[in-house]
C-alpha cells in the first residue's frame, strides 16, 4: 500500500536559517505533490503544488522539488521566522484519485 | 469572502450517541472532502462527493455517514458505530474533483469531536 512519511516529527532551527523538510513515498507514483501548512486546532492551508514533470517551483520564501527517482519531494523555507512555525503536510495525488497526506512535521524556528 | 465553514468548533458525544458535523462552502467547489486527523497521523479520508447527490466511501468510512443534497453542505454524521470517535475533523473542497488542481484544497477550521 501506499506509504508517505515526513522526515522527522518535530525540527527546531535558528531564526534566518534555511528549513528543510522531506517528504518520502513509497508504492506510489504521484503525479502531483502539494505542500501545506497547519496551525494547531486550525485546518491545513494550500501552499504549493508541483506536478511530476516539474522538478523545482518557488513562491516568494518557499522552495518544493520534486524528484520522482528518488521518490523524495523537499520544502526549503528561507530566511526563516518564528511566524513560519507550523506543521507542514505534504499530500500527494494522481490523474482521478484523491489526494493523500502525510502525518506532517512540526516546525519550531527559534528566535 | 469565500470559504469553508465547519461548526461546531467542539462537540461533545456520549456513548451510543449519534452526532452530526455542517460543513458549508460559498465556493462554488464541486468536490466536497472529509478528514479525520489523529495526532501522529496524516489526515485519512472518511468520504468525499464531486458531484450533487453522489459520495464515495474513504478509506476509513465504517461508522459514519454524509449526504450531498445541496452543492454547498456536506454533513457528517458519526453513528454510534464508530467505536472510537475521539478527533479532529476537518471538512475540504476543492474546484476540480479529485485532482485537487494547482489551487490546492481549501480546508475547513476543524470541528473537534470528544466521547465523555
Known amino acids: 500500500s501506499q506509504k508517505i512519511e515526513q522526515n522527522s516529527e518535530a525540527l527546531n532551527i535558528q531564526e534566518g536559517k534555511t528549513a528543510t523538510l522531506t517528504c518520502n513515498y513509497t508504492?506510489?507514483?504521484?503525479?502531483?505533490l502539494q505542500w501545506y501548512r497547519q496551525d494547531p486546532g486550525r485546518g491545513p492551508v494550500f501552499l504549493l503544488l508541483?506536478?511530476?514533470?516539474?522538478k523545482e517551483k518557488r513562491k516568494e520564501r518557499l522552495k518544493v522539488t520534486f524528484d520522482t527517482t528518488l521518490k523524495q519531494s523537499l520544502f526549503h523555507i528561507t530566511a526563516s521566522q518564528p511566524a513560519d512555525s507550523a506543521t507542514y503536510l505534504c499530500?500527494?495525488?494522481?490523474?482521478?484519485?484523491?489526494?493523500?497526506f502525510g502525518p506532517g512535521t512540526r516546525l519550531s524556528v527559534l528566535p | 469572502d469565500g470559504g469553508i465553514t465547519q461548526s461546531p468548533k467542539y462537540l461533545f458525544r456520549k456513548e451510543g450517541q449519534n452526532v452530526t458535523l455542517s460543513c458549508e462552502q460559498n465556493?462554488?467547489?464541486?468536490?466536497m472532502y472529509w478528514y479525520r486527523q489523529d495526532p501522529g497521523q496524516g489526515l485519512r479520508l472518511i468520504y468525499y462527493?464531486?458531484?450533487?447527490?453522489d459520495f464515495q466511501k474513504g478509506d476509513i468510512a465504517e461508522g459514519y455517514s454524509v449526504s450531498r443534497e445541496k452543492k454547498e453542505s456536506f454533513p457528517l454524521t458519526v453513528t454510534s458505530a464508530q467505536k472510537n470517535p475521539t478527533a479532529f475533523y476537518l471538512c475540504?473542497?476543492?474546484?476540480?474533483?479529485?485532482?485537487?488542481w494547482g489551487s490546492g484544497y481549501t480546508f475547513g477550521s476543524g470541528t473537534r469531536l470528544t466521547v465523555v
Open positions: 475540504a473542497s476543492s474546484d476540480k474533483g479529485a485532482q485537487g
Open positions: 508504492n506510489y507514483s504521484p503525479a502531483y
Open positions: 508541483i506536478r511530476e514533470n516539474e
Open positions: 499530500a500527494l495525488g494522481d490523474y482521478g484519485q484523491n489526494f493523500v
Open positions: 465556493l462554488n467547489h464541486d468536490a
Open positions: 462527493s464531486q458531484i450533487v447527490n
